[in-house]
């Protein structure tokens, strides 16, 4: 869809959904900057989960009374309404909800991982994976006797895909990528690797974190074969992530979790177990979480992925150039108009804890740190770095404040 200038988003409009951004700091107003860790919650997901708790509250799957029952239909159809929102024509038998991103990573490491993988197979990531992927993958290959390697990247920050062809072969068994990078802010071109994945009968893990709350995402366009992400980070409240799986493949999975919920049928000596995507959510499960993340489902839809994107990619280009202007910043990562909507940057030697310690005393709120990328910080000879992340409700005016909150931390440390 071609977007024009009277498609951009009513900000002050957005605003008005979200009351967190009412509050100030010693008559400092909040300038959040940290939505790549966790986005703020609009009043209508807020009311969603209160009525949730004032009208319908109860178990799902179990009772025949009323209240149950509500709760069951509400609960069953998020599974459904978040499977439209990516694109998963399987609906609820494709879409597991679990706790958050790196839940539904081990998951899939658990109940596939430790049965397919053994020695001589091979996993392929990214030097760029985020903790949840990397560390799940790593302890898992210790555990089956397979190998980890990583597809390299380059100096500018995109992923060397010369390297991923070399890498990714008849040994690999499972290639798990990062859709966009938390740290780089790349958007990592997942449909080629899924071909290339999918030549050599390999499975695709894709991490959704970053790119499912800020662009469209079609998961079959993409051909992923397993696709994650977390609630919280798209308007959603903590507490519920998704599991994408092709109904095939979940279908052949053992469970790895047991208990109540995902049985059909219980002896002294076995059991059976319920059809997809229950035999993955054993035990109570996320229910108002689950209902709440499919109306940010809603939210989101009602405002337009494709504007949502295009929002988050201008602030993002325009952060980039404003930081840009200081020859003591160096941003990490790909130039201004080709990321998402984030930039991780340094400033001279001063460590990015003082930097976000001085933004925090202006009120503005960043991340620092290593964003969940150990190994990806040692590559770039950095420790830590501050990142700005935006999202629907934020300003270039608030891009500005970031950067003039800069300047006293350049007084204060130069
Ligand atoms: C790219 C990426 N993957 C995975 C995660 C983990 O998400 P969660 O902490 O919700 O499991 C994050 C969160 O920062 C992320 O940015």
């Not at 200038?5 to 979200?18: K, M, P």
């Not at 995109?158 to 990078?181: F, G, K, N, P, Q």
């Not at 003039?404 to 007084?411: G, K, M, P, V």
């Amino acid at each position: 869809m071609g977007l024009s200038e009277a498609d951009a988003l009513d900000v002050d409009r957005i605003r008005g959904d979200f009351p967190i951004l009412e509050r100030e700091f010693d008559g400092t107003p909040l300038v959040y900057l940290d939505n790549a860790a966790t986005s703020q919650t609009p009043e209508q997901v807020i009311d969603c989960i209160s009525d949730y708790y004032r009208t319908y509250n109860a178990n799902v799957h179990r009772g025949l009374h009323q209240l149950s029952q509500e709760a069951s239909i509400a609960y069953e159809d998020a599974h459904d309404r978040v499977a439209a929102f990516i694109g998963a024509s399987g609906g609820r038998k494709e879409v597991v909800f679990t706790k958050n991103t790196t839940e539904s990573m081990n998951t899939v490491a658990y109940a596939w991982g430790l049965a397919e993988l053994g020695p001589g197979d091979e996993v392929v990531l990214t030097e760029m994976e985020h903790h949840a992927a990397l560390v799940t993958w790593q302890q898992i290959a210790k555990k089956t006797g397979a190998e980890v390697k990583f597809v390299r990247v380059d100096d500018e920050g995109y992923l060397d895909m010369d390297h991923a062809r070399e890498l990714i072969t008849d040994d690999t068994e499972m290639v798990s990528v990062v859709h966009v990078s938390n740290t780089l802010g790349t958007v990592n071109p997942v449909s080629e690797l899924t071909d290339i994945a999918h030549d050599h009968d390999s499975l695709v893990f894709v991490d959704g974190a970053q790119s499912v709350p800020h662009m469209p995402v079609d998961v079959e366009a993409i051909d992923a074969d397993f696709f994650a992400f977390s609630g919280h980070k798209m308007c959603g409240p903590t507490g519920v992530g998704v599991l994408y799986g092709k109904e095939r493949l979940l279908d052949a999975m053992q469970p790895y979790l047991y208990g109540g919920m995902m049985i059909e049928k219980v002896g002294f000596e076995d059991s059976t177990w319920h059809e997809l995507p229950w035999k993955f959510e054993a035990g109570t499960p996320v229910i108002s979480e689950g209902i709440a993340l499919a109306e940010a489902c809603d939210y989101l839809d009602d405002i337009g992925m494709e504007r949502v994107e295009r929002h988050g990619e201008q602030l993002a280009a325009y952060a980039y150039d404003r930081l840009s202007e200081f020859e003591d910043i160096r941003i990490l990562g790909p130039p201004g108009d080709d990321r998402a909507a984030l930039v991780s940057f340094n400033l001279g030697t001063v460590h990015a804890h003082d930097v976000s310690e001085i933004l925090n005393a202006n009120g503005v709120a960043v991340r620092a740190g290593d964003h969940c990328t150990q190994p990806l910080h040692d590559k770039l000879g950095v420790t830590a770095s501050a990142r700005a992340s935006f999202y629907i409700y934020n300003t270039r005016e608030e891009v500005d404040e970031l950067v003039e909150a800069l300047d006293q931390a350049r007084e204060l440390f130069a």
